[in-house]
């Protein structure tokens, strides 16, 4: 048979290294893009692995109505859109670096969103 040696009394004093997502969405697009900047200065700093951003797919929302509020007359339609835009982050440190990094202020429309993941 052969023999498993381990090590007694070691133990692993660095922290647990995560995944962590951020996902960053608005409408406004210079907000977006200023948030996502300072997040990465911010992550570049504490000299993180930094991924990103990636820019996801623009969804526009389009509602088309009539502009008469009675129905009669001729058919006319107003046609109204809103764009969202969608940025994600992928960084590679421990969870307790990530809430120094996100403290950061932030815009207003901006939402953020943080998923935390075992490597």
């Known amino acids: 048979m052969a023999t498993i ?3 007694v009394g070691v133990e692993d004093d660095a922290p647990q290294v995560h995944r962590i ?6 409408k406004n697009v210079k907000n977006l893009e200023k948030v996502c900047a300072d997040l990465i200065k911010g992550a570049n700093d ?10 996801l797919p623009t969804k526009t929302l389009v509602i088309t109505t009539r ?4 129905g009669e007359g001729t ?3 107003d046609r109204f859109e ?4 969608k940025r ?3 960084l590679h440190s421990p969870s307790d670096v990530v809430k120094q990094i ?5 815009e207003p429309g901006v939402d953020i969103e943080v998923t935390i993941a075992d490597v």
């Open 21 to 26: 997502r951020i996902t960053l969405t608005s």
């Open 82 to 85: 809103m764009r969202i835009h």
């Open 46 to 55: 504490k000299k993180l692995k930094v991924k990103g951003p990636v820019r």
């Open 88 to 90: 994600l982050i992928d």
């Open 102 to 106: 996100t403290s950061i202020s932030i």
């Open 5 to 7: 040696a381990k090590k």
């Open 75 to 77: 058919n006319t339609y």
């Open 67 to 70: 502009k008469s509020p009675c």
